[in-house]
């Protein structure tokens, strides 16, 4: 990962370096589910998942990890789960399909292509990239691994980080209904 650098400095006439080392075989994802439920809290619940490049593990979440997610955040959050996600292809996998099927306790709408703007949980990565990934070159996959766990930890105890990243994709977390009056 080429560290993203938001500022730097050098003597005047001196091109600024950054110096790291070269590529890992070690791969991190993360999935994550920004939860906002009206008069409560928001919530932010991930899992992080490490690849240490062995040739036949899998690089990326598969849909099972993303089932075993939804259905921890059903436990932890303890009520119907309205899902709003982009259209990565593991979330329209044939077994993520029947899953969603088989749950009453799940809705799911699918956000149109190519819309980030529209999706809270961008708003948790860009955060986490300016502030906690910005301006440091990692030493080893366990250093990255340790302060992308920190950064996620303490967005997950400041609700109003979470909130920011809502209120940045013009959405609503109040349900809105239609209703008619009769005559």
């Excluded at 005047?12 to 890992?24: H, K």
């Excluded at 250093?143 to 013009?170: E, M, S, V």
Aim: some cysteine; aromatic content about 10%; overall charge positive.
């Amino acid at each position: 990962m080429t560290p993203p650098t938001s500022r730097t400095w050098a003597r005047r006439g001196r091109t600024p370096v950054i110096r790291f080392r070269g590529r890992s075989l070690c791969r991190i994802s993360i999935a994550a589910l920004a939860c906002y439920k009206p008069g409560e809290r928001s919530k932010l619940i991930y899992r992080p998942r490490r690849d240490d490049g062995w040739r036949n593990a899998r690089k990326s979440f598969a849909w099972t990890d993303y089932r075993d997610l939804l259905i921890a955040a059903h436990q932890q959050l303890g009520g119907p789960i309205v899902l709003v996600w982009d259209n990565l292809d593991v979330h329209l996998a044939a077994g993520m399909r029947q899953f969603i099927a088989g749950r009453d306790w799940l809705t799911v709408y699918q956000l149109p292509s190519y819309a980030p703007d529209l999706n809270p949980v961008e708003g948790i990565w860009s955060l986490l990239r300016r502030v906690w990934l910005s301006n440091t070159t990692f030493t080893t996959p366990d250093h990255l691994f340790q302060t992308i766990r920190h950064g996620l930890r303490t967005i997950q105890y400041r609700t109003h980080l979470i909130d920011g990243c809502l209120t940045g994709t013009a959405l609503s977390s109040t349900p809105t209904t239609t209703r008619v009056q009769a005559q």
